[in-house]
């Protein structure tokens, strides 16, 4: 009888080319994670450049992203170190002849739970950064004025009165300081005089020759913003704002000498002042 021969079977050319194959669809993948990873990793500093660009009051750390993307990245890493070695194995396998085990990948398995935690872990931050940049977006609305007044040189301070009651508020410390007031001009009364509605706006027109004079000498242009104005008006929202010329635009539009800055410069605290 025979003795039992151990027959092993040659692998053929496919099994090497399908084994480089897999070996290149990992590398693929691990390319992804750290690609994927770098793009996360900047995400943060990306929402904390838009913040500057916004003008945002206060910044808000975004860190959490650094982490995310780093692991994402380590991830990449690992899968390429793992998948080099898995081929080196199963070609090693192959050249003997021995039988290649046919089981679940471990490693598409453990990578799979890993980018599946990583993304809902993801998804929970993004809805949080979504849920702080919107409150944060109102709460910059509700200080903001109706017009994107820091590059146009108006300045709007939030009042806690009423129009009427911060117009006499103004009229009280002009008076005090021995201001001259010129006119009070009342938009929205002469709107309702034509049968229009208008919130309540009132324009305060105010000054004293002896700060003008100087000012209009150095620059005749000037007349054109003076005497100083102040406006209180109302929003749709039913806010109360005081609006005024920023004196740095005032002396950059008519090129004021520096040393009259303090002449324009008194509306600063006359604004404050009727705001409170």
């Not at 309540?200 to 007349?223: E, Q, V, Y």
């Amino acid at each position: 009888m025979d003795a039992p021969t151990e027959t092993r079977q040659k692998a053929d050319l496919r099994d090497f080319l399908a084994a480089e194959r897999t070996f290149l669809a990992w590398i693929r993948t691990g390319l992804a994670l750290m690609g994927f990873g770098f793009v996360v990793a900047r995400f943060g500093l990306f929402l904390q450049q838009l913040q500057v660009v916004e003008h945002a009051s206060s910044a808000q750390s975004y860190g959490v992203s650094l982490w995310f993307g780093t692991a994402l990245i380590t991830a990449g890493v690992v899968v390429n170190l793992l998948s080099a070695w898995h081929h080196l194995r199963l070609v090693r396998e192959l050249n003997r002849g021995g039988p290649v085990p046919s089981r679940p990948s471990t490693q598409a398995v453990l990578i799979a739970l890993f980018l599946a935690l990583v993304g809902l872990a993801m998804a929970i931050y993004l809805v949080s950064v979504h849920s702080s940049a919107k409150v944060h977006f109102e709460n910059n609305n509700e200080e903001l004025s109706m017009t994107p007044a820091a590059n146009k040189g108006i300045l709007d301070k939030p009042s806690n009165r009423s129009v009427e009651q911060t117009v006499e508020k103004l009229k009280n410390i002009l008076q005090s300081r021995g201001v001259t007031l010129f006119a009070v001009i009342d938009h929205s009364g002469e709107a309702e005089k034509v049968g229009m509605k208008m919130p309540p706006t009132k324009l305060l027109i105010f000054g004293s020759p002896k700060a003008g004079t100087p000012l209009m000498l150095a620059a005749p242009s000037s007349a054109l913003d003076l005497p100083l104005k102040i406006l209180i008006w109302q929003d749709a929202q039913g806010k109360v704002w005081v609006t005024y010329n920023s004196p740095a635009y005032l002396q950059e539009r008519h090129n004021l000498p520096s040393e009259l800055l303090p002449n324009i410069a008194v509306i600063e605290t006359l604004a404050t002042k009727a705001a409170e």
